[in-house]
Nanobody, 129 residues
Framework: QVQLVESGGGSVQAGGSLRLSCAAF????????MGWFRQAPGKEREGVAA???????????DYTDSVKGRFTISQDNAKKTVYLQMNSLKPEDTGRYYC???????????????????WGQGTQVTVSS
């Protein structure tokens, strides 16, 4: 049984920073991709960033266009934790942020939320102007 637990959300002013953490409990195959998604009120869940490795030493990352240059996803295998460093936050970054884990499958895009098998409960991020 895999459990993902997010933390680090909060309320900040525009231009501020937050670091989200996602701790994984249970076995997650090394051939899995870890992703961060967010959902704002009245909007669909969208992919924010994802990270995976096929070698255990080289990590590949993906980002949605709106966060490129501001957000950084990273992974600490020893701690079984994935991070999302968010800088220069904007009001439009407001939403509930979810951590997810899913198998790497050829042809599956990182932002396809229905392809992730495990989800956390989410952590709220609110950015005020």
């Amino acid at each position: 049984q895999v459990q993902l637990v997010e933390s680090g959300g909060g309320s900040v002013q525009a231009g501020g920073s937050l670091r989200l953490s996602c701790a994984a409990f249970g076995y997650i195959d090394s051939n899995y991709r870890m992703g961060w998604f967010r959902q704002a009120p009245g909007k669909e869940r969208e992919g924010v960033a994802a990270i995976y490795t096929t070698t255990g030493s080289t990590y590949y990352t993906d980002y949605t266009d709106s966060v490129k240059g501001r957000f950084t996803i990273s992974q600490d295998n020893a701690k079984k934790t994935v991070y999302l460093q968010m800088n220069s936050l904007k009001p439009e970054d407001t939403g509930r942020y979810y951590c997810a884990a899913g198998p790497l499958v050829y042809g599956v895009r990182w932002y396809q939320s229905d392809k992730y098998a495990h989800w956390g409960q989410g952590t709220q991020v609110t950015v005020s102007s």
